[in-house]
């Protein structure tokens, strides 16, 4: 065996790297299910504001000294929450609702930490991630999101279908539309927390967003869109590790870049396959 194979072998006997392929398996399940309720609701605004909207949860757990994913968690369900019942209940339009919550959170976050006592906190590993710092707290709060929310979706995979393409149908259906839009905006805020280790505040929403639009390429079906988001995902994760590893880069924006390209790379699969299809239906001409 070559010295560089000799390295990959090692280095999954790391308990930090062991570490970072489950909670790379446990994000792909988490973002691939919310994430394809998120893009058919057509909720990513949403989604970057209370991504955003969380680090003032962030700053204010530094301060009190609490951790800092619990308070971020309260702050994140506490603006989904906000959001939802702004624009629902009053005169006030969504986008406005998201950039009060956006702002005021990152203001709390930044003076917060600036308020911290003791040396400026280091926020970078909430802010840009990194997939090999992630703790065994980290997993087990990843892994309940992630099997809570697969156990919810499996339960009421129809009704929740039904909210994402048609509300007014599913009201017509007798469905209690506000309370699950109200539990699936839990689980964004939860699942956006659950991922802030692993790419950060900057990029999490990539996570949510790319394996969705990729596995949109191919199919139309919310299930299939689903099951291949948590495919891609995994695939993005194990790819940005890798290139992490060999150029000695950071794991969470590695993640996202490897994601964009697998992307770039399924639409021109799907490009040449269209080209390819009309080629072929096309009637020759002598």
């Not at 911290?116 to 709060?141: E, H, K, Q, R, V």
């Not at 790419?199 to 199919?219: H, R, Y």
Request: a positive charge; glycine letters at 10%; aromatic letters at 14%.
């Amino acid at each position: 065996m070559n010295e560089e194979g000799g390295d990959r072998v090692e280095l999954l006997q790391y308990t930090f790297f062991q570490n970072a392929l489950i909670g790379a398996l446990l994000a792909s399940i988490a973002c691939g299910i919310i994430g394809t309720y998120i893009v058919t609701r057509r909720l990513v605004f949403i989604s970057g504001g209370i991504t955003h909207a969380s680090f003032g949860g962030v700053g204010m757990g530094l301060y009190f000294g609490i951790s800092p994913l619990l308070s971020a968690s309260l702050f994140a369900v506490l603006s989904a929450f906000g959001v939802e019942w702004l624009s629902k209940r009053y005169d006030t339009r969504e986008d406005s609702a998201i950039a009060v919550f956006w702002t005021l959170g990152m203001a709390i976050g930044i003076i917060f930490s600036f308020l911290t006592p003791g040396f400026m906190p280091d926020l970078s590993a909430y802010l840009f991630g990194s997939l090999l710092t992630i703790t065994a707290p980290d997993l087990i709060f990843l892994g309940v999101v992630a099997f809570v929310q697969a156990g919810f979706f499996a339960w009421l995979i129809n009704p929740i279908i039904y909210i994402a393409f048609d509300r007014e149908f599913a009201r017509s259906q007798g469905l209690p539309v506000d309370w699950l839009e109200y539990l699936l905006m839990l689980f964004v805020a939860l699942t956006i927390v659950a991922c802030l280790r692993i790419v950060g505040i900057v990029l999490v929403i990539s996570l949510l967003t790319l394996p969705q639009m990729t596995a949109n390429l191919f199919t139309g079906s919310f299930k299939r869109i689903l099951v291949l988001s948590i495919l891609i995902g995994y695939a993005g994760c194990l790819g940005g590790l890798g290139f992490a590893f060999l150029f000695n880069v950071p794991s969470g924006a590695s993640i996202i870049f490897v994601s964009v390209l697998i992307y770039v790379m399924c639409k021109l699969l799907q490009m040449g396959i269209k080209r390819r299809k009309r080629a072929i239906n096309q009637p020759f001409v002598s």
